[in-house]
Antibody, heavy 124, light 107 residues
Framework: QVQLVESGGGVVQPGGSLRLSCAASGFTFSSYAMHWVRQAPGKGLDWVAVISYDGSNKYYADSVKGRFTISRDNSQNTLYLQMNSLRAEETAVFYC?????????????????WGQGTLVTVSS | DIQMTQSPSSLSASVGDRVTITCQASQDISNYLNWYQQKPGKAPKVLIYDASNLETGVPSRFSGSGSGTDFTFTISSLQPEDIATYYCQQYATLPRTFGGGTKVEIK
């Protein structure tokens, strides 16, 4: 069965860095675009970034552009999010999500599988 | 960026009631619209994709309709297990954007 398991969350000071991982299993990871979505405590869903199936194309929300880097290792079935210059207001649960095929979009359609989320707390 | 305006932000209804949530896109997104359910402490779960298609395994009391800029999500008969927050999301363009969410409670 499809599984996505995030790790790497924790407490970091403002201005600090953190790298999140998302281990995928149960499907052909190298065939799917993958996304990161975050959710601040008590708030709504906020899309962060996407990477194409082969890692050659990436796109970021304006709010994280230049500070966050999405990457993947298809040999290890793992997605990453490197986060630098973190801000206090970026405390959130970060989810990785698989984008389903068949939507007509290069970046995939619905997010059909999500990880359980990993909490990033930015605080001094 | 495409803005998704969802309403209401919260609602309270009785078991068995018909519940309707609307989502409006700031520009034409055709049918590139998904609906998710999120229960407290859990990841979102897709219920409806491409505006009106029911995800496999999702009860048929959930439905979606609409095209262009105006969309509707309906629970035909509210059940206690439907207590959750519901989000619309467009995938016509990047960045992907979500509506603000609708929290559904039992009266």
């Amino acid at each position: 069965q499809v599984q996505l398991v995030e790790s790497g969350g924790g407490v970091v000071q403002p201005g600090g860095s953190l790298r999140l991982s998302c281990a995928a299993s149960g499907f052909t990871f190298s065939s799917y675009a993958m996304h990161w979505v975050r959710q601040a405590p008590g708030k709504g869903l906020d899309w962060v970034a996407v990477i194409s199936y082969d890692g050659s194309n990436k796109y970021y929300a304006d709010s994280v552009k230049g500070r966050f880097t999405i990457s993947r290792d298809n040999s290890q079935n793992t997605l990453y999010l490197q986060m630098n210059s973190l801000r206090a207001e970026e405390t959130a649960v970060f989810y990785c999500a698989r984008a389903a095929h068949g939507s007509g979009s290069f970046w995939g359609g619905r997010f059909d599988y999500w990880g359980q989320g990993t909490l990033v707390t930015v605080s001094s | 960026d495409i803005q998704m305006t969802q309403s209401p932000s919260s609602l309270s209804a009785s078991v068995g009631d018909r519940v309707t949530i609307t989502c409006q896109a700031s520009q034409d997104i055709s049918n590139y619209l998904n609906w998710y359910q999120q229960k407290p402490g859990k990841a979102p779960k897709v219920l409806i994709y491409d505006a009106s298609n029911l995800e496999t395994g999702v009860p048929s009391r959930f439905s979606g309709s609409g095209s262009g800029t105006d969309f509707t999500f309906t629970i035909s008969s509210l059940q206690p297990e439907d207590i959750a927050t519901y989000y619309c999301q467009q995938y016509a363009t990047l960045p992907r954007t979500f509506g603000g969410g609708t929290k559904v409670e039992i009266k």
